[in-house]
């Protein structure tokens, strides 16, 4: 029971937060790119909360009585997300996530993978020194109109007593979650077909995956950091995946017998 739970997809967002800390070398892609951005997303939430929270909870409590405040709550924290996401891409932490992605995979041993796409200097005294000029288009979730737009237009979700927040965190968090190995898509080479029935074979997977990432990047402030934080989880799942498959391939490379990605 230990190991299933250990293993559980769903733990890899938290995993990631023990593992950035746990590596001070990765301190410097926060500092470098995110401490004025999470400035600017503190009075994004402060001024969200102070002129929009009431007014909101005041509407809800109409529909849901005491359970407006619960509602009104994580309905602000998304319409803050939404705004948030948008200013990652505009300020381009794209390429920060891809870092701390690529380091992770070099620290799990996976060196080879990473130097498909850039430069890695093997001298270097870590993973992220490590990390050289990228060879490749290097895209660590691409920027998706259409997922914002859902993302907004679910919010509403949350005037629903009771089942309106689960609701939204699912159905986001299933459109979310595989964005987080668009990175490991592209280091497989992966075509448009071949992603879709890899996703397929792992939705549940993915989708609970995306509900606690998405999940942590509603934490006011700490949004950002939780964004940082969920792709080194992101990268330590990839690692353990491109391992099994690896180590599949090698057992059934003596039998010459057909080779399947099954779901890990």
Not at 153 to 162: A, D, T, V
């Amino acid at each position: 029971m230990f190991n299933a739970v250990s293993e559980a997809v769903w733990l890899y967002p938290l995993k990631g937060i023990v593992y950035f800390i746990a590596h001070p070398y990765f301190y410097p892609l926060f500092k470098t790119r995110l401490i004025p951005i999470l400035l600017l997303s503190a009075f994004i939430y402060a001024n969200l909360f102070i002129w929009t929270f009431l007014p909101q909870a005041a509407f809800l409590a109409i529909f849901h009585g005491p359970g407006a405040w619960l509602n009104a709550t994580f309905l602000v924290l998304g319409e803050g997300a939404a705004i948030v996401a948008l200013l990652f891409e505009a300020f381009f932490v794209d390429e920060t996530l891809v870092d701390i992605f690529d380091a992770v995979l070099i620290d799990q041993g996976l060196a080879d993978m990473v130097g498909q796409a850039r430069l890695i200097h093997p001298d270097a005294s870590n993973s992220v020194q490590m990390l050289g000029k990228p060879t490749i288009s290097s895209i660590y979730s691409p920027f998706s109109l259409r997922q914002i737009i859902e993302f907004v237009i679910l919010l509403p979700l949350n005037f629903i007593p009771f089942i309106g927040v689960p609701l939204f965190l699912i159905l986001t968090g299933y459109r979310a979650g595989p964005f987080h190995h668009w990175r490991y898509f592209r280091l497989r080479s992966f075509s448009k077909k071949d992603r879709k029935n890899y996703v397929r074979q792992r939705q549940l997977k993915y989708t609970w995956f995306g509900i606690v990432a998405l999940s942590l990047q509603l934490v006011p402030v700490l949004s950002m950091f939780f964004l940082l934080t969920s792709a080194a989880g992101s990268a330590l799942w990839a690692a353990k995946m491109e391992k099994a498959r690896r180590l599949r391939e090698s057992v059934a490379a003596p039998s010459a017998e057909p080779y399947q990605d099954n779901p890990v």
